[in-house]
């Protein structure tokens, strides 16, 4: 999975590089244009509105490429005018998209879109290629406990045979020093069903997961009268334990490989993310001074 969303963060930067090349060669080509008229007509009217002319005549003439001819006749710039004219078509929509949510923002006085930031530059096609392979990855998580017996199959299962130790043996329990090992043994079926979160690019909290749910209540009694749990009781930080060393170390990939900082909804997202770790993680963890270090002097 890191993979997948390490591709697609690739695929957005070199799109974006693409669309700003296409850009800059068509101001310059204006520019250029526009200068030598002025500098012909000098500073007046006339002149600035056959700059202008000239300008846009300079951006639509960047588009039609010269024919260039292969060994067989065929024109190599035709893809790539093609390929050209659709980047340019994909730039207008969500420029005017853009403008539509800005226009809406402000009517609803809402913190408007700040120019230069970006939701994404990802095509539809890209996007669809992405969620399908994402699909499949997480359906290959889906089976890989399929074959496993019951008891071992479900973190339900798991979970409800350690707390019975805890509960019945105790002395054993201790002696085992099951606290340290627990994250061990609970962190494979976290780590499966984290595939399924995706800090930057879904509101979507682990806080709403099933692990986290089920290991939250860990060696709480359901009736509320069985063994009650002391402040001392190591148990009590299996899911801290957990988010830092299952968890924590996901976002820290995201942020180091992923990470849109022109994204406006993955930013927002990423904090988001980084909100939810703090609040679950010790401050003096040595990964959480590792993630902050990332995030103040970012690469």
Same mark, same amino acid.
């Given at each position: ?112 879109? &700040? ?16 969620? =399908? ?45 099951? =606290? ?14 984290? @595939? ?41 930080? @299996? ?31 990423? &904090?988001?993310?980084?909100?939810? &770790? ?16 990332? &995030?103040?002097?970012?690469?």
């Amino acid at each position: 999975m890191k993979k997948l969303h390490e591709d697609r963060a690739s695929a957005i930067f070199e799109r974006r590089t693409t669309n700003n090349d296409d850009e800059m060669i068509e101001v310059e080509a204006a520019i250029k244009a526009a200068m030598s008229v002025l500098d012909k007509k000098g500073n007046n009217m006339e002149a600035a509105k056959s700059a202008a002319q000239e300008a846009f005549a300079a951006v639509r003439k960047q588009k039609d490429l010269p024919v260039k001819l292969d060994e067989f006749g065929r024109d190599l710039n035709i893809e790539k005018q093609m390929q050209m004219k659709v980047r340019a078509e994909a730039r207008q929509r969500k420029r005017s998209q853009a403008f539509n949510s800005n226009k809406l923002a402000y009517m609803e006085l809402d913190d408007p879109k &700040i120019e230069g930031e970006s939701n994404t530059d990802e095509s539809d096609s890209e996007s669809q290629a992405y969620q =399908s392979q994402r699909d499949l990855v997480q359906r290959a998580a889906d089976e890989i406990f399929s074959e496993a017996s019951e008891e071992y199959g479900q973190l339900s299962f798991v979970k409800r045979r350690m707390e019975e130790w805890k509960r019945e043996y105790s002395s054993s329990y201790k002696d085992a020093y099951m =606290s340290l090992n627990l994250p061990l043994v609970f962190s494979p079926y976290v780590r499966l069903e984290l @595939l399924r979160w995706d800090p930057l690019h879904k509101g979507l909290d682990f806080q709403e997961m099933k692990w986290y749910k089920l290991l939250f209540t860990y060696g709480l009694p359901e009736d509320g009268k069985d063994f009650v749990q002391d402040d001392g009781d190591a148990d009590l930080e @299996l899911v801290p334990n957990l988010v830092a060393k299952v968890a924590l170390p996901i976002l820290h990939y995201e942020i180091s490989h992923c990470w849109d900082m022109l994204g406006q909804q993955e930013t927002v997202n990423a &904090i988001a993310a980084t909100k939810l &770790i703090v609040q679950q993680v010790s401050h003096e963890s040595e990964a959480l001074a590792d993630y902050n270090f990332l &995030i103040l002097h970012p690469q």
